[in-house]
């Protein structure tokens, strides 16, 4: 059995007698103001917006939590961060965040990394000029592609959709253009790539705009699901683009990873409490502007597959499940 797995099993396992000991400490706290950086993302990008957000939350809150986004290329470089200490918190997509905890891929030794919630899942987005002659996947052979910045989680996802489809080797591979969403839109706007991959909630605002500059085509990938679900497990997940956004007249298949909200385990527990009460409390504005129509329940806030939560995570859902 996992650790994760354990975790879980403690917080469900848990009964009625739990709740007061999760909460104690919490509120009525008299001591110093305890500081705590947020490794989030790049400015103008969803997680910098959700830093912001629950930055203002805390500070509204009355508890003795402070919260200071911090600005970084996003997932793989926000766990980094959570490894060496110039961090207490991050955001980070479920992919990345299984590969530190497990020392795969980007991190060659396991990272001390653990869970507070699941916060919300994001969608791939490949998209390419409607007027293009880029039609699927396989059409990207030999052609310049934004796959997102170095160090971030949608470069991670990008990198294993073309490596699935064929790619990222052989006689004519996609080229590979590691840049942030702003440059990536203006890339596809310019036409300096033939397309972009962005994974984010939906409808991401940079690519609502650029939708009403430029005519857009996304390309269904929910074909690579299985592939990747086989080469990496089941933190990809086949969702759905629905008609509507980015002007779609028709819904899009594609590929879902979950967000989670992180921490090293060495902040206090009654610290993690009170964050993620305001996170409960509060979670409509904290998604409001990173993804539209989604909720926060606790029984899918701890599926966080191989992170194991944090142990003032585990003491919060215990006083949620009673």
Known sequence: MTSAEVSRRRVMGAGLGAVAAALAGCSGDSGPVRRLRLATGPEGGPYNAFGAALAQAVAASG???EIVPVSTSASVNNLRKLDDGSVELALAMADAAEDAVLGRESFSLPASVTA?????VNYTHLLVPAD???RSVQDLAGRPVATGATGSGVQVVAGRVLRAAGLSAGSSPAAERQLGLAASAAALREGAVDALFWSGG???????????ELPLRFLPLDGYVGALRQGHGPVYTAVTLPAGVYGLTEPVGTIGVGNYLLAREDVPESAARELLQVVFERWSDLLREVTAGARLEPRFAISTGAVPLHPGAVAYYRSVYG
């Open 63 to 65: 508890r003795r939590l």
């Open 132 to 134: 293009g002659p880029v």
């Open 116 to 120: 507070l919630a699941r916060v919300y």
């Open 202 to 212: 939906v409808p991401t605002p940079a690519l609502s705009g650029l939708a009403r």
